[in-house]
């Protein structure tokens, strides 16, 4: 099974840009579509974008289309997220999952494994 990683996550001003990194362990990403997923105070679990395990397709969710970009690494073994143009509403905690399934979309109930989370914070 493989071990996710999150990093890079912090204290940003808002219309900053931040990248956050996912580190994969014990298999290869190109065996999983590959999601990041965030959850703000007192909020569900929100779907942000996904790239498939050959990195050809990629999937966001309204509220980052535009601004965030997801791509993949295979010879490092990471999954990155570009995020620009950051909002307060952006606030949360940040995570990334892996998917045996390349039928999963943003529905993080089908989602195999998960990191333990990097926290952004947006504000003034």
């Known amino acids: 099974q493989v071990q996710l990683v999150e990093s890079g996550g912090g204290l940003v001003q808002p219309g900053d840009s931040l990248r956050l990194s996912c580190a994969a362990s014990?298999?290869?990403?190109?065996?999983?579509?590959m999601g990041w997923f965030r959850q703000a105070p007192g909020k569900e679990r929100e779907f942000l974008a996904l790239?498939?395990?050959?990195?050809?397709?990629?999937y966001y969710g309204d509220s980052v289309k535009g601004r965030f970009t997801i791509s993949k690494d295979s010879a490092k073994n990471t999954v990155d997220l570009q995020m620009n143009s950051l909002e307060p509403e952006d606030t949360g905690v940040y995570s990334c999952?892996?998917?045996?399934?390349?039928?999963?979309?943003?529905?993080?109930?089908?989602?195999?494994?998960w990191g333990q989370g990097t926290e952004v914070t947006v504000s003034s």
């Open positions: 999952a892996a998917a045996l399934s390349g039928s999963v979309g943003g529905n993080f109930d089908l989602y195999d494994y």
């Open positions: 014990g298999d290869t990403i190109n065996y999983y579509t």
């Open positions: 790239i498939s395990w050959s990195g050809a397709n990629t």
